[in-house]
């Protein structure tokens, strides 16, 4: 306000100047005009550029935009100071060079003057048009060039949601908040009504990679270990909720709060009820490390869940094939060394629907390993994702502190164990959240053989896992696995495509099938329909084998998460047996599949 009431005033001076300083100077008609066309000179240019100037500077502009279009107007009120001087000029000059008389026709002189006044009127006219237009060209020309020297400060401009109608009072708050261990410090900050607010963000993780979304747009862009920016946040008139984007780390606690003090009670928010409970306290093999790009929360809010497009009877189409459920004999020796790959692939998980899923090799589940008791694996994790991913072997008894670190993208590691006992055992990313890593494919199985185990005619491994989808082409929503709200559950990573690609044997045929349950929160019954069980494994034991006393079989094989084991069989009769989870609704919603018996 004190500047347009400045501009105001000068405005009105000069123009008063323009109209006594003729008249004080005296000396006719002719010249107080020559003194009005010099103290008019490029009139229409320098009063839209002082003006309009002006009223950009009363916007909450960038402040490089203020400084160019302040210049203007300057220079706009200082250019009337050489026009009076010129004035002066040309009003002494016209005394000295009055007019001729008018002699001969006086009314045709006259008349011919005005039509010569009156067409010199109408092209100052149109002069005057053109001059307005290149004020207005040179003022967007400054706001232009403001823009451009500091284009992160244009988010000043969008203040207008968050300062809620507060009138600004020209301070800047100005805090530091640091991103680690699933937290915001401080998580909250107090800023009065009307200040601008410029938030210092700092990531000190050690590995995790982070960022701070508010609720009114404003996002900081994700933050390595060790990097900072600051965020400009612009006017604050109310409450707005924040959190970092990053897939579960809003639900793990990750929260951030600005408390517009002095303002009515209105809060900007983005569904932002985060953990009830998530703990960010450091644990060996729940590594609290979870950096990435792709997987954002942000982007799966508002957005339709892919779910929308489930039908588990649809055909996959032509170009679809099952994930080969049999089992290859273990490999020889007794060292086993693979390198496993993480990436971020946007893969088919049911027809029609598509996630974007991080995965080892590439698959889901990954690569099965087998061997035997005392054999030796050594594995070489290479993250090649946009976050940071680990690995644990439930096979493996070692202390979780190294070999189960989370490692940033570009990093790698080697994990080594000994297996020590049979069993089917689970590994998967021990990155927190770590239901939403397993969630979104990052799982698989570990065979190591009981010894004498008996051969048999097929062997088959079944991984039953669940998919809490996000949009199209999204990667895993994190409120709907903390709900538990599963949309489909599946063996070996895609709803019901053994329906599609029915498994095959033969009548008498000895069938053994291992399962792995992986969860992350559902249970297991599988159950075979039509068949019988002589034969079950569970957790390391034989809980039945053939010809026992009791001449007795099992139904199911009941699995809790992170359990697994093995059922053997021989078919009666030829005809198409389907495989379940006998938990029906789970069986409805993918956890489906069909064996062709024939003779």
Known sequence: MPALAAGFTAQVLFGALSYLLPVVLGGGPAAVRAANTEFARFGALRITIINLGLAICLLPVPSWVRVLCSGLV???????????????????????NPPEPVTGNRKAQVRATKEERAAQQKQENRNSLGLAAAGVAAVLFAVAGGVALDPSATTAINASSTSAGVAATGETT????????????????????????????????????????????????????????????????????????????????????????????????????????GSADAMPGMDHDSAQSTGDDA???????????????????????????????????????????????EQVVAANVRQKLWLFNDTMPGPTLRGKVGDVFEITLVNDGSMGHSIDFHAGELAPDKPMRTIAPGKSLTYTFKATHSGIWMYHCATMPMSSHIANGMFGAVIIDPPELPAVDKEFVFVQSEFYLGPQGGVVDSEKVRREEPDAVVFNGFASQYDHEPLTAHVGERVRIWVLNVGPNRSSAFHIIGGQFDTVYKEGAYVLRPDNSEKGASQTLDLEAAQGGFVELEFAEAGHYPFVSHKMVDAERGAHGMVDVSK
């Open 74 to 96: 300057a220079l706009g009120l200082a250019a009337f100071l050489p026009l009076i001087f010129r004035g002066i000029r040309a009003s002494r000059r016209a005394k000295k």
């Open 299 to 345: 982007a799966n809010e508002g957005t339709a869940s892919a779910a929308s497009g489930l039908d588990f009877m649809a055909d996959p189409g032509k170009d679809f094939s099952a994930q080969d459920a049999e089992l290859p004999p273990a490999p020889g020796g007794t060292t086993h060394k693979e390198i496993f790959t993480v990436t971020e692939v």
């Open 174 to 277: 100005r805090v530091s908040v640091e991103a680690k261990d699933m937290r915001f410090t401080p998580a909250s900050v107090d800023v009065p009504a009307g200040n601008r607010l410029i938030i210092d963000l700092k990531n000190t993780d050690d590995e995790d990679v982070h960022d701070l979304v508010l609720a009114d747009g404003h996002d900081s862009g994700r933050l390595a270990p060790g990097e900072s920016t600051s965020l400009d946040v612009g006017i604050i008139g109310s409450d707005i909720d924040g959190w970092c984007s990053i897939a579960g780390h809003k639900q793990m606690g990750m929260v951030f709060t600005v408390n517009a003090t002095g303002a009515a009670a209105t809060r900007d928010a983005g569904d932002n009820d985060a953990a009830d409970g």
